[in-house]
């Protein structure tokens, strides 16, 4: 079973900055896939960033030259730098991983950007 923990979100005006950590109950070193998702209301969930393998990643486009995602195998953690906030970056993002063929998912954290 993994766990996935979402912290650093909250409220950002138009332009901010925001850095999101998801940590990991398992070592991550040997995840290929993990990454982030996000949510608007009324909204499908979408991929925002992620890892796709060890080192390669796979960005929205709607994110991209604005986000950046990272990870520390050290820690066990993955990050999700969000620069140039804009209002329509407004939602809940999930951290997920897929390990041996099975999703996880963790329970979110809100992401507002008031204009």
């Known amino acids: 079973q993994v766990q996935l923990v979402e912290s650093g979100g909250g409220l950002v005006q138009a332009g901010g900055s925001l850095r999101l950590s998801c940590a990991a109950s398992?070592?991550?070193?040997?995840?290929?896939?993990m990454g982030w998702y996000r949510q608007a209301p009324g909204k499908q969930r979408e991929l925002v960033a992620a890892f796709i393998s060890s080192r390669s990643t796979n960005y929205a486009e709607s994110v991209k030259g604005r986000f950046t995602v990272s990870r520390d195998n050290a820690d066990n953690t993955v990050y999700l730098q969000m620069n140039s906030l804009k209002p329509e970056d407004t939602a809940v993002y999930y951290c997920h991983a897929r390990v041996n063929f099975r999703s996880y998912w963790g329970q979110g954290t809100q992401v507002t950007v008031s204009s």
């Open positions: 398992v070592s991550i070193s040997s995840i290929n896939f």
